[in-house]
């Protein structure tokens, strides 16, 4: 699998996957989405065009044979990073949202989240001050923390590694958020170093060297200068948010001490510079590949790597360009001062998503508990029966599931189409004319197991929806994870060849226009395919996709322990572990005696890149 990893193979998922959101529409239309379509263009550009043999480690930590420009692909991951928690943190403020500005918003999120965890029963019911803390501290690590992806010093950066990777796993642990926050941790790593991910035991352990007095007072410099950023991070979070401890109630409460018109001044001040601290960090980076390309040996290989390196170097530049676009958008005043170049050139690739903007849990929503659409069916109009979903809330009883990595889209839009009126999801009209028609792959995708599906026999007669409101049980609750309230009828009761349903239809233009086509059957490929999803199909999608992983994991972990090294069946290791021969003249010392070969404690092991 090792020779998949190439920029080709890379570009051609990218492209697939651009394709799907496309067709997709609105169910491929989350910033997740257009997350993982810009990060899959990245990793295009960090794959290499070949497999290059293993790597010896340098003394300095770096690969022999590295090519120059490895480093700036990497750092647009990280502006990719910074670009996404920063605007973030900042549009919940900007939205002009009560619950983000009373910092009260996470005592709604449990509950009117999209898909809870069960984990998410229990963060509604911690005290109010403790989830009014939370949301201090999600501030500080989307607002404050991202400008030190950036930092010259590496424990600073480490830090900032360690809040982000905290936020997310508490994010995952209390949501259902599919691929995101995987990905959102994936992006993470771009914010460590060869010599923090490497796992040999030589480069953990430093060997204790007289240090000269200008190495000493960086040293202490750089120690200042951390516990500098610390306690400004501290002061500014006790200063912003009005921190106090009460000993008595054994409680720190908060509240936000700024206004929205002190705030919008300081992203004025702030978006511009934010965008210098890129265009100098980048420089920086730029200039760091240029020093690495003098030091390459040989005429042809420096010709080739200065080509590589002006390519890659240009398309750095590219990407960063058309990025601060789509950046400028959580300032308007910023985004009007922007280069007329940058907005021209993000323009003409806009179609396809290289750059997106972003800023995730902007407004809470159902603030006096989440409103839900539960469909029912009915074969003679009076007795109807719940259309039970696999995973949004409906049977109070049942606990909430955990789903990640996979996302229910059709679930997910269930959760949107509850927010307003049934004319404003189209798609929902078209989802009632499918339950009626009875057609099997739209079943599937509200009961996997088909025989769970109260109308797999014969499909209704008559489909209706009904909204109600639903809230968390209250502890001691026995059996019931959920409360629920009647609020209003949804969507009519409608049966095949009723207007109200035929000018729905016509009205959004979902009218089936064409005769169903035959299924071919000569196909070879298409009967492969289908037989595998119908081998699938009584398969959760999380549980499929988690033993995938799970089976990747342990082939990896396999090969690592039973497979033969590099280092120890290719020709030239076995001449490199050769006795060397005795010299004739007298040495200092004695001559060390050769290792065996089969000693692992005798060499440096090879990495892959």
Known sequence: MRRLRNLFVYLLLWAAYLSACQVGQVFLYFQWDSLLLETGFLAALVAPLRQPPHHKQAPQGRLVGASPHEGLPFWLVRWLLFRLMFASGVVKLTSRCPAWWGLTALTYHYETQCLPTPASWFAHHLPVWLQKLSVVATFLIEIAVPPLFFAPLRRLRLAAFYSQVLLQ??????????????????????????????????????????????????????????????????????????????????????????????????????????????VASLTWELL?????????????????????????????????????VPYSYIEPSSHGHLWTGAHRLFGAVEHLQLANSYGLFRRMTGLGGRPEVVLEGSYDGHHWTEIEFMYKPGNVSRPPPVVVPHQPRLDWQMWFAALGPHSHSPWFTSLVLRLLQGKDPVIRLIQNDVARYPFHRQPPTYVRAQRYKYQF?????????????????????????????????????????????????????????????????????????????????????????????????????????????????????????????????????????
């Open 473 to 609: 049980s209250r502890p001691g609750e026995q059996s019931q994870w959920w409360r629920r309230q009647w609020v209003e009828e949804f969507f009519p009761p409608v049966s095949l060849g009723d207007p109200t349903l035929d000018m729905l239809l016509r009205q959004f233009g979902l009218q089936d226009k064409s005769p169903p086509r035959a299924r071919s059957s000569g196909n070879a490929l298409a009967q492969a395919l289908r037989w595998i999803r119908k081998q699938l199909s009584p398969l959760e999608a999380s549980t499929l996709l988690w033993g995938l992983l799970a089976a990747v994991g342990a082939i990896r972990v396999m090969q690592a322990l039973l497979g033969p090294h590099p280092a120890h069946s290719s020709p030239l290791a076995k001449e490199k572990h050769k006795p060397a021969p005795k010299k004739d003249s007298g040495a200092a010392g004695k001559q060390p005696a050769p290792a065996p070969d089969n000693s692992s404690s005798s060499q440096t092991p090879r990495r892959k890149k």
């Open 288 to 324: 760091n590949a240029l020093w690495r390309w003098t030091q390459v040996r040989g005429w042809l290989r420096k010709l080739c790597t200065a080509v590589q390196l002006f390519v890659f170097g240009t398309a750095t530049v590219a990407l960063f360009v058309i990025s601060l």
């Open 169 to 278: 796993v508490l994010i995952i642990i209390t949501g259902n958020y599919n691929f995101f926050n995987l990905l959102t941790l994936v992006l993470t790593t771009a914010l460590l170093d060869d010599g923090h991910l490497t796992a040999e035991p030589g480069n953990s352990r430093c060997k204790k060297r007289p240090t000269s007095w200008p190495r000493a007072l960086l040293a202490m410099l750089s120690l200042l200068l951390e516990f500098t950023v610390y306690g400004l991070l501290a002061y500014g979070t006790v200063h912003c948010f009005g921190l106090e401890v009460d000993w008595e109630q054994h409680a720190v409460h908060s509240r936000t001490t700024f206004t929205f018109h002190q705030f919008t001044q300081w992203l004025k001040m702030v978006t511009l510079p934010t965008m210098w601290l890129g």
